[in-house]
């Protein structure tokens, strides 16, 4: 049974760093999609970030929203299927839910749009002035 489970959202002032950490346990695949999606109070969900591979071997690709580009990143704990956002120059904009979801194919250019296989709870970010 897969399960994605986020952590370190918090606060932080505008202009600080924040780095949010998604698990994923029971994944057996060897490709991977894991996308980082926000959404804020009556607001759109958002594609903030996605990180992938076609399997054992292959490279790793991201892809950043313009909103976060130069900003965030995304990376993979080389040991563990522990997938990481680091997140600087935060503005009160990025105050939002943070998900991740995880799915078995690779993210290519729809990840955004189509149904993503598993996703975790979300965890607060909160930026404030």
């Known amino acids: 049974q897969v399960k994605v489970v986020e952590s370190g959202g918090g606060s932080v002032q505008a202009g600080g760093s924040l780095r949010v950490s998604c698990r994923i346990t029971g994944y057996t695949f060897s490709s991977y999609c894991v996308a980082w999606f926000r959404q804020a109070p009556g607001k759109e969900r958002e594609g903030v970030a996605s990180i992938g591979s076609s399997g054992v071997g292959a490279s790793t690709k991201t892809t950043y929203a313009d909103t976060v580009k130069g900003r965030f990143t995304t990376s993979r704990e080389k040991e563990t299927f522990r997938i990481y956002l680091q997140m600087t120059g935060l503005e009160e904009d990025d105050t939002a839910m943070y998900y991740c979801?995880?799915?078995?194919?690779?993210?290519?250019?729809?990840?955004?749009?189509?149904?993503?296989?598993?996703w975790g709870q979300g965890t607060q970010v909160t930026v404030s002035a």
């Open positions: 979801a995880a799915d078995r194919l690779t993210c290519g250019n729809g990840w955004r749009k189509r149904a993503l296989d598993y």
